[in-house]
């Protein structure tokens, strides 16, 4: 009886966790609709987003995204960013939060202009149908199927080579990992937490790895004897193991831009870092994205953030 009552309240708290950590998702979400505003710029957007994160008290998951048209996902203003948003822009934002490292991670589409109106609609009702299926026994599959026929039944196209995945506990990919399409998988949802992000294609619906790399993660076990990546790693290194931008260590370790430099380049040949390259549609086309987080327990399932 008393394992029995201590499993519970563990359980109970991590589902607070994640709760609190989507209370601030959400604020932080609609500052985001607040605050994009054509002429904004990427740079300022980002900052200001992550001061709500921290200003509520809980911690940045990983660096805000700001993915432009066809570029889908992994893209975070540089330190020295000068973009703005003009009105034809497809914008993505896509915000992580987590509270004591249960982690709450969604994604709007902005088009100001409503250009490309048909598009959202089409896969924030993707993502609409597969919540609706997502529940404790099924079958991955059918997520993926579900994201896959409403956007080809609305003439899009899903990114075939991304998908749903899981929220551990300071883990943003965690299992399972479920493709944005029909699949042939049997394996069958458990209890826990994931996050369902249908990305829409106007083109063939395939992304590729961007030279351009602003997200970083501490590979465990290494190290540098350089002076200057050493100090680079100790700032990222307080990170508990999630993704950070590169501006945020250019900001907190304060080296000129030789020192920073050769620091980076150190701990990237020595394979202290992990990469996340920005994922940019292959054929040029328009992407869109919407993600929300989801519990998955035995009796129910509990969309976070709304």
């Known amino acids: 009886l008393i394992v029995c009552l201590n499993i519970f309240i563990m359980e109970t708290k991590e589902i607070n966790n994640y709760k609190e950590a989507a209370k601030v998702w959400k604020a932080t979400i609609n500052l985001a ?19 709500n994160i921290i200003d509520n008290d809980c911690g940045i998951a990983f660096p805000t995204n700001l993915s432009v048209n066809e570029k889908a996902a992994h893209y975070v203003p540089t330190h020295n960013d000068e973009q703005v948003l003009e009105d034809s822009d497809l ?19 902005v088009n100001l202009d409503n250009t490309h109106a048909k598009q959202i609609e089409a896969n924030e009702l993707a993502l609409e149908n597969a919540i609706s299926v997502a529940k404790y026994g099924v079958t991955v599959d059918k997520i993926g199927a579900e994201i896959e026929n409403t956007l080809k039944k609305a003439g899009f196209n899903p990114i075939y080579n991304l998908g749903v995945h899981g929220l551990d506990k300071f883990d943003i990919h965690s299992h399972p990992s479920i493709p944005n399409h029909a699949n042939a998988s049997s394996v069958e949802l458990e209890e826990g937490a994931i996050a369902i992000e249908p990305f829409s294609s106007t083109g063939d619906g395939f992304i590729h790895e961007d030279v351009q790399v602003e997200i970083f993660m501490v590979n465990k076990g290494k190290n540098v004897r350089n002076t200057y990546g050493r100090k680079i790693l100790e700032i990222a290194k307080t990170y508990d193991n999630l993704p950070f931008a590169e ?24 394979d202290v870092l992990k990469t996340f390259p920005g994922l940019k549609e292959t054929s040029g086309k328009f992407t869109t994205q919407v993600e929300k987080s989801l519990l998955i327990l035995e009796d129910k399932t509990i969309v976070l953030g709304e």
């Open 33 to 51: 609709k607040k605050e994009v505003k054509s002429g904004i710029k990427l740079y300022d957007l980002a900052n200001k987003l992550e001061k």
């Open 91 to 109: 914008l993505k934002v896509d915000i992580g939060v987590h509270k004591n490292g249960f982690i709450c991670d969604g994604a709007i589409s």
């Open 247 to 270: 501006r945020w260590l250019r900001e907190k370790s304060k080296l000129n831009e030789f020192g920073f430099t050769i620091g980076l380049k150190e701990l990237m040949k020595a």
